[in-house]
């Protein structure tokens, strides 16, 4: 059982530079989230999914884009990459009648640099 | 404007003892409240939530309170075990007719359990 993988976990990334931060889940699960942590902070929702081909953004979603074509996947596109993204980025997902007793399952993060 | 408050940075207690993790929130239309624990290098993991309809809710070794005329909920560790040593945030959501499950996190705090 997978449950949320994401890809890659570590990047530097140049500014300006572009990249897509994969996130895939196997749980079948209709919502799913993007939230960046910086330290000393709580996590910061980028974007949202409540099901495919549904998006909406979260508190922080400049400088990000997402798709959600299909329920498993939900990458989160960086366009010019700037010093302010350097973060830890986490994907998560639950299932709506989940969301209170269970919670989110999240990745592991990737962890990203612009330099 | 910070919704979700998680005041004391970091917490030590001895193993055995018990852990009072503390957090405030603004909102008064959250509907339901979780706990995570993160440990470095991983995503964050669901330890315990209750709905705003009760005043406690406890499995196992965690128990969390809420206090809803306060704003203030609480998680208890009991007894603190080395393995407890984490990040811990809590984490507020409405539910309701515009649920789509987002969380707003607080800061977190690094509770180190001493054997």
């Known amino acids: 059982n997978a449950g949320v993988t994401q890809t890659p976990k570590f990047r530097i990334l140049k500014i300006g530079q572009s990249m897509t931060l994969q996130c895939t889940q196997d749980?079948?699960?209709?919502?799913m989230y993007w939230y960046r942590q910086d330290p000393g902070m709580g996590l910061k929702l980028i974007y949202y999914?409540?099901?495919?081909?549904?998006?909406d953004k979260g508190e922080v979603p400049n400088g990000y884009n997402v798709s959600r074509s299909t329920t498993e996947d939900f990458p989160l596109r960086l366009e010019l990459a700037a010093p302010s993204q350097t973060s830890v980025y986490f994907c998560?997902?639950?299932?709506?009648?989940?969301?209170?007793?269970?919670?989110?399952?999240f990745g592991s993060g990737t962890r990203l640099t612009v330099v | 404007d910070q919704q979700v408050k998680q005041n004391s940075p970091s917490l030590s207690v001895q193993e055995g003892r018990i852990s009072i993790l503390n957090c405030d929130y603004t909102?008064?239309?959250?509907?339901?409240f979780l706990w995570y624990k993160k440990y470095p290098a991983e995503g964050p993991t669901f330890l315990i939530s209750?709905?705003?309809?009760?005043d406690k809710n406890e499995d196992g070794r965690f128990t969390v309170f809420l206090n809803k005329s306060a704003k203030h909920l609480s998680l208890h560790i009991v007894p603190s075990q080395p393995g407890d040593s984490a990040v811990y945030f809590c984490?507020?959501?409405?539910?309701?007719?515009?649920?789509?499950?987002?969380?707003?996190f607080g800061q977190g705090t690094t509770l180190q359990v001493k054997p």
């Open positions: 998560a997902s639950t299932h709506p009648e989940g969301q209170i007793n269970y919670g989110y399952t």
């Open positions: 749980m079948n699960h209709n919502y």
């Open positions: 999914s409540v099901g495919a081909g549904i998006t």
């Open positions: 909102n008064s239309m959250f509907d339901y």
């Open positions: 209750i709905s705003s309809i009760k």
């Open positions: 984490a507020a959501s409405g539910y309701g007719s515009s649920n789509t499950g987002k969380l707003i």
